[in-house]
């Protein structure tokens, strides 16, 4: 009986030995394929190229041309535009980066000091075609190590596209040729947008002085004017109820001295001031009010406003709406190519009322460019591409929500 105990006991020992070696073999095995796993995944993560195509040459389409650089994840880069060096460089108007602006593009390499401008309360004011030959410059110097092609005087169009094959096509495409632009449309993604109103009135104004500097300045503010314009029959009785609701205008000048540029704006209102401006179409009145705001706010270094340059001032006939409007599709994958397009600078824009910010507008849908093109160049199959899709179409409507939560207040009444 104890002999048989113990051949009992040894099987029964080898049994748990034999189980033991199984386990820890099996772990073993696991363990082996886990690393081999990660290894083979972080080496094809970090192998991982894609094709892209950048159209239009603004700031917001070289600026997200630098994002796609910075985020190494680049095999080849094609810039579009119609537009020739010379018509792309030769723009006057002038831009205003804000600090988050600023930050952001010095982390793109941007150099402010070799960029002809100025600051002013930390922020950038230079002019378009300044701040493109820089991005430009950038991006050529890194051809030495990438495939970078700068196609000027290219227009992307039907053309265009049947010239490329099915293995020319880029895996992601940027689009960032304006409002105006053709691109959405000749890609079939839809182009419509998305208008509301952002509860304020506004006009514009701009002239031009040959005689004068084209060098950019800071911008020139003055908030809660009050206009009399008892010379049109307007006039506001003293101390009655409708001066107490009588709006404060607030005015901004901008651009160079040769190249000046005005923005008039209040919050909505029902004023008799208001009603007067949006509902009589005529210009000289509102040439009157944007004539004497500027030699009364203008810079203390530049001339008045002169009969020969008031002859040459444009401006709104009357008040405007403000409206905002985005993009109702701000990204899309286009099957049978295998394309990602992802449409830049148009998620919030204001129509018919240049804040002079625009830009920055632009550059902060592009904050989550680089984390998607990461994303699109690591994707294993297309839920990954489409959860890349879903993550930045839903930064373009926190865009589009901050500013119509502060935007134009930020941008216009402060």
């Not at 006991?9 to 033991?20: C, E, N, W």
């Not at 082996?32 to 195509?53: P, T």
């Not at 179409?393 to 402060?414: C, M, N, P, R, W």
């Amino acid at each position: 009986m104890e002999k048989e105990q113990g051949h009992l006991d040894s099987g029964q020992q080898m049994h748990d030995q034999l189980a033991v070696d199984t386990a820890l073999s099996t772990l073993v095995v696991i363990l082996v394929y886990i690393v081999v796993k990660v290894s083979v995944d972080g080496i094809r993560q970090w192998r991982a190229r894609v094709s892209i195509l950048v159209v239009g040459a603004g700031p917001v389409g070289l600026t997200a041309a630098l994002v796609a650089v910075r985020s190494r994840k680049v095999l080849n880069l094609t810039i579009l535009d119609e537009r020739t060096r010379t018509a792309l460089f030769c723009r006057p108007q002038q831009i205003a980066l804000d600090p988050r602006s600023v930050k952001f593009l010095l982390t793109l390499g941007v150099d402010f000091d070799n960029i002809e401008g100025c600051w002013d309360n930390d922020h950038f004011f230079t002019k378009i075609g300044v701040f493109q030959e820089h991005l430009l410059s950038i991006l050529e110097q890194r051809k030495q190590t990438l495939d970078i092609r700068i196609l000027l005087g290219t227009k992307f169009t039907e053309e265009y596209m049947r010239k490329m094959s099915q293995d020319a096509w880029p895996r992601i495409l940027i689009v960032a040729d304006g409002s105006c632009g053709e691109s959405s449309f000749l890609l079939g993604v839809n182009s419509e947008y998305i208008v509301e109103s952002c509860n304020a009135y506004g006009a514009n104004a701009a002239f031009e002085r040959l005689d004068q500097r084209q060098v950019p300045t800071p911008e020139i503010r003055a908030h809660n004017l009050h206009f009399d314009l008892s010379a049109y029959g307007i006039d506001v009785a003293s101390g009655g109820k409708d001066t107490l609701n009588k709006p404060g205008f607030h005015l901004k000048i901008y651009g160079t001295f040769r190249n000046r540029y005005m923005a008039l704006a209040c919050p909505a209102s029902d004023a008799k001031v208001v009603r007067f401006l949006r509902y009589t179409p005529n210009s000289a009145v509102m040439k009157n009010i944007f004539h004497q705001s500027f030699n009364a706010y203008k810079a203390d270094i530049e001339p008045r406003m002169s009969d020969l340059s008031f002859s040459r001032l444009q401006c709104s006939r009357r008040l405007f709406e403000i409206m905002l409007s985005h993009r109702r599709v701000t990204s899309a994958f286009i099957e049978g190519i295998n394309v990602v397009v992802t449409l830049e600078g148009e998620a919030a824009r204001v129509l018919n009322f240049d804040t002079g910010c625009g830009v920055n507008l632009g550059l902060r849908g592009l904050e989550s460019s680089e984390e998607f093109i990461y994303k699109v160049a690591i994707a294993v199959d297309q839920r990954d591409v489409f959860e890349a899709l879903s993550a930045k179409i839903k930064h373009s409507k926190q865009v589009v929500e901050d500013f119509k939560f502060s935007g134009l207040a930020v941008s216009v009444f402060e």
